[in-house]
């Protein structure tokens, strides 16, 4: 992105900051995100092109030589094995640009946090009906 560019309000605005062979991949990321989580919701938070689904699924953003995908810890952990050739950390995965994109594996992670925000969104509405059922009865 320009660093003289203001902060980015949409996916659109965002990708339209970068090189065309860039933003070419960051569309395929898009449509690759669209299609595994296609009730998610597209948003930007921390300046970085953000899917939100019962809660943010993931975040990606481009650098010089990588794309960054932020699945949080849990994404990463679950594909710890597939993940063993990136460099990765807490809650980050580098995709160098000079190597092929791993879309395959991005729809599966985002599958996942799909699965994993539905599990606690109805763990919390499960907790949250028995708490009222409890004051209920008081």
Same mark, same amino acid.
């Given at each position: ?14 990708? @339209?900051?970068? $090189?065309?062979? @860039? ?29 939100? &689904?019962?809660?943010? &699924? @993931? ?12 699945? @949080? $810890?849990?994404? /990463? ?5 597939? &993940? ?11 995709? $160098?640009?000079?190597?092929? /994109? $791993?879309?395959? &594996? ?33």
């Amino acid at each position: 992105m320009n660093k003289q560019q203001s902060v980015p309000t949409t996916i659109d605005e965002y990708i @339209v900051g970068f $090189p065309d062979d @860039v933003q070419k991949i960051l569309e395929k990321i898009r449509t690759t995100i669209k299609q595994a989580a296609p009730e998610a919701e597209e948003t930007i938070k921390y300046a970085m092109p953000t899917f939100v &689904l019962d809660g943010n &699924l @993931v975040y990606f953003a481009a650098f010089q030589h990588h794309i960054g995908f932020y699945p @949080v $810890p849990t994404g /990463i952990k679950a594909f710890q094995k597939e &993940l063993s050739a990136y460099k990765t950390g807490k809650g980050s995965i580098q995709f $160098p640009l000079d190597r092929e /994109i $791993p879309f395959d &594996l991005i729809t599966k992670i985002v599958k996942f946090r799909v699965m994993e925000n539905a599990e606690r969104r109805a763990t919390k509405a499960a907790t949250k009906a028995a708490a009222k059922k409890k004051s209920v009865k008081s």
